[in-house]
């Protein structure tokens, strides 16, 4: 609804004649009055917005000129003693007179917002009749007026909270999940803190981590289809999702990052890519987000105010150390669904598209829940299937897998006795048990320093302990280099 002000334009004569003035002043206070408005984002600069009952939504000139024009258009034809609404229009459009350029816009003062936000005890979901309160002990629904706060237009859902017929009857997401998580109840519960960390916005100094989703299931050709997209796509139900695709993603584009908008509440690389560089979104998930856009200025994200990361992936995400660890959390997804049997031959519909409103009551209802038990106990992970032994044959292979087992475990799965080998000795090993890289090695092709930082990679992701040491050995004439083992095995052999 268009708030009216005084005019912005009036009759004036010009050498004698009558003439259509535009005052830009008062067009400024118009737009102004109807919600437009600019604000800083730094100290350089500011972007357009638009508030409408306390929420706001990014602008563009053009849309103040679509607003413009049709207000115009809903005025008594003739609008002052010598002029009609059409000369008001020509005249306030045409290319000779710029009242709705960028730059002319940005003359508006520029708006203080406080927006509402989650904070570390609370989420909030905005749905079309109220607004979800949700704390570790509850939900209760508010109304608007009880919000103190601007909020992002795409931040509310266009649904109605409603609570399900049947409170005790899951829906069809509860089940999804509980498949995708092969039924364990552990495995239910971690990937539950881990969608309701996604989708609580509150961005804790002390929990930066992005949500990584893989396939459990160890194949020579990752076949994908388990789930993860449509997982990613659940969450893009309740929060405001931008979608990267993974496998085109370019960290070294200028533009890797301009479909991110101030409002994005969460991003995901969809299929990322084997050689995807996770240490590049280290800043990006604990210091914000830079964006640049293509004939725009670039622009900061503040850490309180930018989105959470989930990657979805048919490979491993690799990356050791601290650093790396801090800034994940991996779970696998088991194969119940694949390319031959899809979400909708288990549940006989679409996802989302042919729900009725019960399903998405459900849906709703198991969301929050995941919300509450992310409040209640943190983020949890649950004991990986597979996750050692997939990293192992992608920084290395499956013979060498295979070879190392049959080094360090008994036939039972157990660890051998761990004590002080050679280089020498275990690179001749592992050559005897494999032809193809004896062939390679004789050709200069396969290196031990390669061997060695495969040693390294098994150890580290088995949990064993690799130390380099060096000792005399009976029969050399020099001081022999090797590695001392100790520690616990932490994956399984033929799982």
Request: charged share 30%; aromatic share 14%; glycine share 6%.
């Amino acid at each position: 609804m268009v708030k009216p002000s005084e005019p912005f334009w009036e009759e004036v004569t010009e050498r004698g004649k009558p003439a259509l003035h535009i005052d830009a002043f008062k067009l400024l206070k118009f737009l102004g009055k109807n919600g437009f408005c600019k604000r800083y984002v730094d100290d350089l600069q500011s972007i357009l917005l638009r508030i409408t009952n306390n929420t706001v939504e990014e602008t563009t000139p053009e849309k103040a000129a679509d607003f413009a024009h049709k207000y115009i258009e809903s005025l008594p034809n003739q609008i002052t003693a010598n002029f009609q609404q059409y000369d008001l229009i020509k005249k306030c459009f045409s290319p000779n007179f710029p009242y709705f350029t960028e730059k002319q816009l940005k003359k508006f003062l520029p708006t203080e917002l406080t927006f509402h936000r989650d904070d570390k005890d609370r989420a909030f979901f905005y749905y079309e009749n109220g607004v979800i309160e949700i704390t570790k002990d509850g939900r209760v629904l508010r109304q608007y007026p009880e919000i103190k706060g601007t909020i992002w237009k795409r931040w509310i859902l266009n649904r109605k909270f409603i609570i399900p017929t049947n409170q005790n009857e899951p829906g069809d997401f509860e089940k999804f999940i509980k498949l995708v998580c092969s039924e364990d109840e552990k495995r239910v519960k971690a990937l539950m803190t881990a969608i309701g960390y996604l989708i609580h916005k509150y961005k804790n100094p002390a929990l930066t981590k992005a949500i990584i989703l893989v396939d459990e299931k160890i194949s020579d050709i990752p076949e994908g289809r388990s789930g993860k997209s449509l997982l990613a796509k659940a969450l893009g139900k309740f929060r405001n999702l931008t979608t990267i695709d993974g496998k085109d993603f370019d960290f070294d584009s200028r533009f890797a990052f301009q479909d991110v908008s101030y409002d994005t509440e969460l991003i995901c690389f969809d299929d990322v890519k084997r050689n995807f560089d996770f240490e590049r979104l280290f800043h990006k998930i604990t210091d914000g987000l830079e964006v640049e856009r293509k004939g725009e200025h670039r622009f900061k994200i503040a850490r309180e105010d930018s989105a959470k990361f989930i990657i979805t992936t048919n490979f491993m995400i690799m990356g050791e150390g601290g650093s790396s660890e801090g800034r994940r959390a991996e779970y696998e997804l088991y194969p119940h669904f694949s390319r031959e049997y899809t979400p909708k031959e288990e549940f006989g519909r679409l996802f989302f598209d042919e729900w009725n409103t019960e399903e998405w009551a459900r849906f709703d209802a198991f969301m929050l829940d995941c919300v509450q038990v992310f409040l209640s106990c943190g983020l949890l992970t649950a004991d990986p299937v597979n996750i050692a032994r997939r990293k192992i044959i992608q920084a290395t292979c499956q013979e060498f897998l295979s070879w190392a087992d049959s080094f360090f475990l008994d036939k039972n799965g157990n660890l051998n006795a761990l004590v002080w080998h050679s280089r020498k000795a275990l690179f001749e090993s592992f050559l005897s048990s494999s032809e193809d890289h004896r062939h390679e090695e004789e050709r200069g092709k396969f290196k031990r320093n390669t061997f060695v930082r495969w040693m390294k990679t098994y150890c580290i992701q088995s949990k064993i302990k690799i130390e380099e040491e060096s000792r005399w050995v009976s029969g050399e004439s020099v001081v022999t280099r090797g590695f001392l083992f100790s520690g616990t095995l932490v994956h399984r052999k033929g799982a």
